[in-house]
């Protein structure tokens, strides 16, 4: 039985399978001001099929005990699924990299809450 996509990450996350099979993706939680993104908790997950629908990803991030507002997801390599030391490693870099420049946040998938994609810009002096 297929289970519908009533979101933009089912919908993402179904083309992902689709496209390149299992895999493993990498997830930052982040808190939406106005003006910023602040990064939260991070994590990764292997995905083996395309069942995974947005409300299972919130009951996992309720594990994290943060009040969060956004997601972004990232594959943790073209290879599809990684080894967890692999895992563990490209998060870091990752996290690491984002604390220099959030405007890597791009180059993810970006979901609020309700998992509705959204987009990152960079605000303009006036």
Known sequence: MTIPAETDF??????MFRETGS????FVLVEITETKVELL????????GDE???PD???????AGVAW???VFYRA?????????????RLASLMRNLHEDRSL???GEFFNADGLRLRIEELKPH
Not at 10 to 15: C, E, F, H, N, R
Request: glycine share 8%.
């Open 77 to 89: 390599g073209r290879e599809g699924l990684v080894e967890d030391a692999t895992a563990k490693a």
């Open 52 to 54: 995974t629908r947005w």
């Open 69 to 71: 507002s956004g997601a």
């Open 57 to 63: 990803m919130v009951r996992i991030f309720t594990g």
């Open 23 to 26: 895999f493993t993706m990498l």
């Open 10 to 15: 089912d919908d993402w996350l179904i083309a």
């Open 105 to 107: 946040i791009r180059e």
């Open 41 to 48: 908790r991070s994590a990764y997950l292997h995905v083996v």
